[in-house]
């Protein structure tokens, strides 16, 4: 683990450490005086796939809504690409946790993933052709362009997905922070957004997504981030994702049968 | 009367307070839309009681300071501070103690009312304040409104109404989604202040039309009612404006058809007509079309278990259902299934047997999905696809026999 004096004061990475997609150091963050996430030491590689992986409560949205300046940190510092968040803010792409938001909205599709573009529109510059153009190639990559005008309430859960995908990608980022992509959506959804994020990957991109179905792990991402309020194993699939780190992360929520076939299918 | 009303025939004082009631109803509906949109209506009652004592204080100082106290200008100045503060305070509750919203609205809005009514009944007793009409600020005075009045009314509604426009790509967003528009760099505390801020200028702009205890219903009640008629949210801010204007037009003009009607609270009961006409007849989200929808829903589920009934010889006691068949000519009095009943009644068996063939495909998985009883299997399978389906029943049918 990284000493925490490997920081400097305003938030960058100390010189002779060469600073990863994000680089997260001694980060705690607190709900009234219970922290979710403690002390929490990590690097995430540029163009790396990792699945942030942990029971319920355990932090794992908290840690990316810190990284993103959502929630305020007690301590500790972020770096996005080698210098502080606020500075590197049009570099990240973030999709929140579908559930997090009102579908009955009164919004169409298409002017969802117009939000995406909100940094370089501002407040008064008036939507170009080429900005519609842009979002409904986004629509196009997840497979969602017959429903451009369409009102958001009348989606299916995975097409809500899909649409919050489509936004992330028209913010056109190279690091980006998905909170349970892949929960509750059908398997066309689930493939569909795997296909889209492994392309992403393939453009060197770097992708972290919170993810909750461990039996996936190993066949979508390439590196795991374990996290139980402190950080309990980080490396690639092969290596981190073991019945030993499960245990640590998991307790005694994992039965050791299940331990033995998830390793089992990762190795 | 009306109609001489309606077209601005009835003098300057009726003329002055339309134009006024109409300026205000537009930029508080689309300022209210911003509230609606983001759940935070209630905000805007205690920021409208938090005015009252801001009037009583503004009163005081005037007077003692030697000057007229009922300048409308003074008084709007103390009413806005004073409404600042009641916002802040709920703010400061929300966020930084265990009280939630309500509790924190409810608080300070009865607290700050009823000291203002402790100032309002102060100034009364003195000698200055006999004639202050104060007490016209709780539900709008408009008779005897002066120009200079009716001028700052309109040139704050205007004002606000262009700061709504200018900030509701922010406000939108915010409303929509918090979490991803803090993540790309909007500032929620900044821009939610903002938006208070502007319902607290309409507020105070409201003040003298319809009075602090119904602005909340010109904030609220336009939003709701555009709500009904369109999923857009430029729309819900257009129609809103719209509904708002025409709401303090009208009413300012029933108003002034005949004496004794209060300008505000007649305002307030035309922007209700418009809402009760909208929840009952929107075509998407009103009462009666998801009344029509449901039993349209019901019928299809009864007449389709009837069908399924007949099919295997089960008999029918469900009232419904049997009223169903027979008026559709499916089933004769006497509870026996028609020519054409027998026919539905089979295809419906037909129907249900290819979706147990299709659960059981595994090329055609993901459609099983689609099974709820009543979805047409032709709709989710292509021609082709169904011809396989109806081969797999022929062999298994051969296999048995």
Redesign the interface.
């Known amino acids: 683990m990284s000493p925490v004096e490997l920081v400097a004061e305003d938030g960058m990475i100390a010189p002779g450490a060469a600073p990863g997609a994000l680089d997260i150091r001694g980060l705690t963050v607190s709900y009234g005086e219970r922290p979710a996430v403690f002390s929490v030491d990590a690097s995430f590689a540029e163009g790396a796939m990792t699945a942030i992986v942990g029971p319920n409560g355990a932090g794992k949205s908290t840690l990316l809504k810190a990284v993103l300046g959502i929630v305020k940190p007690l301590s500790g510092a972020v770096s996005v690409f080698g210098k502080p968040f606020a500075a590197t803010r049009s570099r990240v792409a973030y999709v929140p946790q579908r559930a997090s938001v009102d579908w009955d909205f009164p919004t169409r599709v298409i002017d969802v993933v117009l939000m995406g573009l909100y940094r370089e529109l501002g407040l008064l510059s008036r939507l170009r052709a080429s900005d519609k153009a842009r979002a409904e190639k986004c629509l196009e990559r997840v497979g969602m362009s017959d429903f451009a005008g369409r009102q958001i309430g009348q989606l299916s859960g995975g097409q809500q997905q899909r649409v919050f995908l489509a936004r992330a990608l028209a913010q056109g980022a190279d690091l980006y922070l998905l909170d349970e992509p892949f929960a509750g959506v059908d398997a066309a959804t689930e493939k569909a957004i795997i296909d889209v994020l492994k392309s992403l990957k393939a453009q060197g991109k770097t992708v972290i997504a919170v993810h909750h179905d461990l039996s996936t792990v190993a066949e979508y991402f390439d590196e795991i981030f374990m996290i139980n309020v402190r950080k309990m194993a980080h490396g690639p699939v092969r290596e981190a994702f073991t019945a030993e780190s499960l245990q640590n992360t998991y307790g005694g929520r994992l039965a050791a049968t299940q331990i033995d076939q998830l390793t089992l299918s990762a190795g | 009367m009306l109609l001489d009303a309606l077209t601005l025939q009835l003098g300057y004082n009726a003329t002055l307070v339309a134009v006024g009631a109409t300026l205000l109803g537009i930029s508080a509906g689309v300022t209210g839309t911003f509230l609606f949109?983001r759940?935070r209506a209630l905000v805007s009652d205690a920021i409208s009681h938090a005015t009252l004592p801001g009037v009583g204080l503004a009163f005081i100082v005037m007077v003692l300071l030697g000057g007229d106290g009922r300048s409308l200008p003074g008084l709007m100045l103390g009413s806005a501070l004073s409404a600042w503060v009641g916002l802040l305070a709920v703010q400061w509750l929300t966020e930084r103690t265990r009280l939630a919203e309500d509790a924190a609205i409810g608080s300070v809005l009865s607290v700050f009312f009823g000291f203002g009514i402790v100032l309002l009944t102060v100034i009364q007793n003195m000698s200055s304040g006999r004639q202050a009409g104060l007490e016209g600020f709780l539900l709008g005075s408009t008779a005897g409104m002066l120009f200079s009045e009716a001028a700052i009314i309109a040139a704050g509604g205007a004002l606000s109404l262009a700061l709504v426009l200018?900030?509701r790509?922010?406000m939108?967003?915010v409303?929509?989604?918090p979490?991803?528009?803090?993540?790309?760099?909007?500032d929620l505390r900044r821009i939610d202040l903002a938006m208070m801020g502007l319902v607290l200028a309409v507020t105070v702009v409201g003040l003298k039309i319809v009075g602090l205890i119904l602005i909340v219903a010109l904030l609220i009640i336009p939003p709701v009612t555009a709500?009904f008629w369109?999923?857009?949210?430029d729309?819900?801010v257009a129609l809103s404006g719209l509904i708002g204007g025409v709401s303090g037009y009208v009413g300012a003009a029933i108003s002034a058809s005949a004496p004794a009607l209060p300008t505000g609270p007649i305002i307030v009961l035309v922007a209700f007509a418009l809402f009760a006409l909208s929840l009952l007849g929107s075509p998407q989200r009103g009462v009666l079309a998801a009344w029509t929808r449901h039993r349209a829903f019901q019928r299809r589920v009864h007449l389709r278990q009837g069908l399924l009934a007949l099919a295997s010889g089960q008999p029918i006691y469900e009232k419904l259902t049997l009223r169903l068949l027979q008026r559709a000519d499916l089933v004769r009095p006497d509870g026996v299934a028609t020519e054409a009943g027998q026919a539905r009644a089979e295809k419906a068996l037909l129907d249900e047997t290819r979706w147990d063939v299709l659960r059981r495909s595994a090329s055609l998985e993901?459609t099983a999905?689609f099974y709820d009883g009543l979805t047409r299997i032709e709709d989710v399978v292509t021609p082709d696809q169904l011809d396989e389906i109806d081969a797999a029943i022929a062999a298994g049918a051969e296999a048995s026999s």
């Open positions: 949109l759940k200018l900030l790509r922010p939108t967003m409303a929509f989604d979490g991803f528009s803090a993540s790309a760099g909007i709500r369109t999923n857009r949210t729309g819900v993901g999905a």
